[in-house]
């Protein structure tokens, strides 16, 4: 999204500062963007989390299968147990690191770090297959949003509103209310006609009251 009036430090504190009509279309279809972009961020999540939770129940489950069945290249060779948990130990790790902490991801990094399961025990490949096409996903959401502006949180901005007048029309925010050429107003505050008039001494009171501007008839 090309920004003319949102700057970086707007994004970074989640704030601005409107004071035009076009800036606030800019601030609407900014936080548009970030609504969107953070559902994307939110599915993104849900794959993030569930390939965690996949694999510590599979992994848990594979390694127990493998006390009953002998489907583990690595002891059919050595026939040392150990040699397997040190394998899949290994495996935990590189997952942990690029994946989990480096943020790589890439469903062939992930296929070629899961494929070390398979010697521990031919249980492995459903996990691995399962790894490749959760990492796969978290892929194509990642690559969605990562050119996207306000990555990777995606926090919507707080607009404070000012209202410019010149020549007699109102320019900008003030209120409830958006004044400018080809937008709708849902409400409107008038030029206050007496305001020139008025005069502010200590005791408050000024030439025209509120209660006598208000009982005014045109």
């Keep these: 999204m090309e920004l003319k009036y949102i700057t970086q430090d707007n994004i970074d ?17 900014y936080n548009g963007l970030m609504l969107r972009m953070q559902k994307k ?6 794959d993030f989390w569930a390939l965690w939770i996949m694999n510590a129940i ?20 050595s026939g040392m ?26 469903w062939k990094a992930g296929l070629l770090i899961s494929l070390l399961l398979i010697p521990v025990s ?8 399962a790894n490749a096409i959760v990492i796969s996903l978290m892929e194509k959401k990642d690559s969605e949003m990562r050119n996207e502006t306000g990555y990777p949180h995606f926090v919507p901005l707080i607009g404070s509103y000012k209202s410019i007048v010149k020549d007699g029309e109102v320019f900008g925010i003030e209120s409830e209310g958006v004044y400018a050429t080809g937008m ?35």
């Design 184 to 218: 709708k107003a849902d409400y409107v505050v008038p030029e206050d006609p007496f305001a020139k008039y008025r005069i502010k001494p200590e005791d408050d009171m000024g030439m025209l009251s509120d209660n006598d501007i208000s009982n005014i008839k045109e």
């Design 81 to 106: 147990y150990p040699l397997c948990l040190l394998v899949a130990a290994v495996y935990l790790i590189l997952m942990i690191y690029f994946i989990g902490v480096r943020k790589l991801y890439s």
């Design 41 to 46: 961020r939110y599915a993104f999540l849900r």
């Design 122 to 129: 031919l249980a492995f490949i459903p996990l691995v297959a």
């Design 13 to 29: 504190e989640a704030h601005i500062n409107i004071t035009s009509a076009e800036m606030y279309k800019e601030f609407q279809e």
């Design 58 to 77: 599979l992994l848990f489950l594979g390694l127990k299968t493998f006390l009953f069945w002998n489907g583990s290249l690595i002891y059919m060779v």
